[in-house]
Nanobody, 124 residues
Framework: QVQLVESGGGLVQAGGSLRLSCAAS????????LAWFRQTPGKEREFVAA????????DYAASVKGRFTISRDNAKATVYLQMNSLKPEDTAVYYC?????????????????WGQGTQVTVSS
């Protein structure tokens, strides 16, 4: 089974930055579309950002566009979410996800594999 291992969550003040990492096998990195979602209690899992498995196509939720950047490091087989200008409403558990299809999906059901989740808390 495909496994995704996340790191980088934590507590940060509003306006600060965090970088989330999600490590995958080389085969997974080269094959799958990768994405980040976030979720708070009582709320459905929310799309944040995705990067395609080729050509570097990306997509972002309107709430994070211009502040967050998703990227791949091919040598390290890792997908990142650079989170800048963080706001309290960004507080959530963040999950990385992977899907086998070429097309970027924006719904949780579009993704087949999930990381363990990492807590991001933003305070003022």
């Amino acid at each position: 089974q495909v496994q995704l291992v996340e790191s980088g969550g934590g507590l940060v003040q509003a306006g600060g930055s965090l970088r989330l990492s999600c490590a995958a096998s080389e085969r997974t990195f080269r094959t799958y579309t990768l994405a980040w979602f976030r979720q708070t209690p009582g709320k459905e899992r929310e799309f944040v950002a995705a990067v395609s498995r080729s050509f570097g196509n990306t997509d972002y939720a309107a709430s994070v566009k211009g502040r967050f950047t998703i990227s791949r490091d091919n040598a390290k087989a890792t997908v990142y979410l650079q989170m800048n200008s963080l706001k309290p409403e960004d507080t959530a558990v963040y999950y990385c996800a992977a899907r086998a299809r070429l097309q970027i999906g924006i719904g949780p059901n579009d993704y087949d594999y999930w990381g363990q989740g990492t807590q991001v808390t933003v305070s003022s």
